[in-house]
Nanobody, 113 residues
Framework: QVQLVESGGGLVQPGGSLRLSCAAS????????MAWYRQAPGKQREWVAL???????NYADSVKDRFTISRDNAKNTVFLQMNSLKSEDTAVYYC???????WGQGTQVTVSS
């Protein structure tokens, strides 16, 4: 059974940083591309970043050069380093194994002064 548990969210001031973690279980992380999504209040869930099984990365234009996705296959964990945060980054952040349907519960990120 695929399980994804996100953590690391919180309240941060504009310009600050956060590092999100996604603990994965129920599948072989190293064989799977992983992604981060986010959903802001009143908006649809949107894709943020992708990392392939080989470590290649891709980002939404809105977060490019500010966010970094990475993975530690030995720890079955995917990360999202978020720098230079803006108020428009406020959302619930979710990780997802691209090949599976399951979603985690998400972690809230609030960027506000």
């Amino acid at each position: 059974q695929v399980q994804l548990v996100e953590s690391g969210g919180g309240l941060v001031q504009p310009g600050g940083s956060l590092r999100l973690s996604c603990a994965a279980s129920g599948f072989i992380l190293s064989n799977n591309p992983m992604a981060w999504y986010r959903q802001a209040p009143g908006k649809q869930r949107e894709w943020v970043a992708l990392i392939s099984s080989l470590g290649a990365t891709n980002y939404a234009d809105s977060v490019k050069d500010r966010f970094t996705i990475s993975r530690d296959n030995a720890k079955n964990t995917v990360f999202l380093q978020m720098n230079s945060l803006k108020s428009e980054d406020t959302a619930v952040y979710y990780c997802k194994a691209v090949r599976f349907e399951s979603w985690g519960q998400g972690t809230q990120v609030t960027v506000s002064s």
